[in-house]
C-alpha cells in the first residue's frame, strides 16, 4: 500500500505508455491508457513506490522538529498528549507511560542537560514500538481470527517506506508511525494486511473484503495520505 496520495489520468489514446510524474504542487500523477486494467497499474505503481518516495522526499522533506521538551503535545492513537518529564533519583532506564492524559517520562536526574532530549526521545521511541506491537498483534488477532486465516508473525518496523505489508510467507510487517494515527486508521491497514492474507493483490475481491470489515476503508486511506508527514516521532 503506498503511503503517498496519486492521480490516477487515463488516456484515450491506445498507443499511450504508462508514466509516473511528480509535481510539487499537483503530488503524483499517474498515466495510463484506457484499456489498462486497475491491477496492472497498481502493480506498476509498486513497482516504482521506491522511486515516487525518493522523488516526494527531494520536494518535501520531513523535518522533526520535536524538541522533547515539558509540555511538548506527541500523538499517540489520533490524541495529542502533553510530555511530563519526572526526574528521578535511581540511574535506571527512561520509561514512559500513560498517565492521566499525560505522557509521562521518567527520567534520571544524572543526565546531562544537553542530553535529556536524546534520551527522552529514545524512551519515546522504545514505548510506541512495545505499545505498538501489543496492540497491533490484537487487532491482527481479533481479524484474522474473523476471516479463518493464520501468519506466521508480525513486525513492527521503522520503515517509512510502507504502512503495511504482508510476505508470501504470511509474515506481516506494520510501520511503527502507525502508533499514532487513530486506531480505525490503524484497524484499516491491520484489516488491509490481513486481507492480503486471502487476496495476494488490489483485485476487486480483494477490496470487496476490506469494505466488508472496514466500510470507510477509502476515507481511513484517505487520512494516511493526507497524515503521513504529521506523523514524525
Ligand atoms: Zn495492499
Not at 505508455?17 to 499517474?30: L, M, N
Not at 525518493?54 to 518535501?60: C, N, P, V
Not at 506466521?152 to 494515527?181: E, H, Q, T, Y
Request: hydrophobic share 35%; glycine share 6%.
Amino acid at each position: 500500500m503506498p503511503p503517498f496520495p496519486y492521480k490516477i489520468i487515463r488516456s484515450k489514446k491506445l498507443t499511450t505508455g504508462t508514466t509516473i510524474s511528480v509535481h510539487p504542487e499537483k503530488g503524483v500523477i499517474v498515466r495510463a491508457p484506457f484499456w489498462m486494467p486497475s491491477f496492472a497499474i497498481q502493480k506498476f505503481i509498486d513497482e516504482k513506490t521506491g522511486w515516487i518516495l525518493r522523488s516526494l522526499a527531494k520536494i518535501k522533506p520531513t523535518v522533526s522538529t520535536k524538541k522533547y521538551q515539558e509540555g511538548e503535545k506527541h500523538l499517540y492513537f489520533g490524541e495529542e498528549y502533553p510530555l511530563k518529564i519526572k526526574l528521578i533519583g535511581q540511574p535506571v532506564r527512561t520509561s514512559v507511560e500513560m498517565a492521566e492524559g499525560l505522557i509521562l517520562v521518567s527520567l534520571y536526574y544524572g543526565h546531562i542537560e544537553e542530553k535529556r532530549d536524546i534520551e527522552i526521545k529514545d524512551g519515546l521511541l522504545r514505548w510506541y514500538l512495545e505499545t505498538g506491537i501489543s496492540v497491533i498483534t490484537e487487532k491482527v488477532n481479533l481479524y484474522t481470527e474473523k476471516l479463518g486465516v493464520n501468519y506466521s508473525r508480525i513486525d513492527i518496523k521503522k520503515v517509512s517506506s510502507i504502512w503495511g505489508s504482508c510476505s508470501p510467507s504470511n509474515r506481516l510487517c506494520f510501520n511503527r508511525k502507525l502508533i499514532m494515527a487513530p486506531h480505525e486508521v490503524v484497524d484499516y491497514v491491520v484489516i488491509h494486511e490481513v486481507c492480503h492474507l486471502v487476496h495476494r493483490n488490489h483485485s476487486s475481491r480483494f477490496w470487496g473484503l476490506v469494505a466488508k470489515f472496514d466500510p470507510r476503508y477509502k476515507e481511513h486511506r484517505r487520512w494516511l495520505y493526507r497524515n503521513h508527514s504529521l506523523l514524525s516521532i
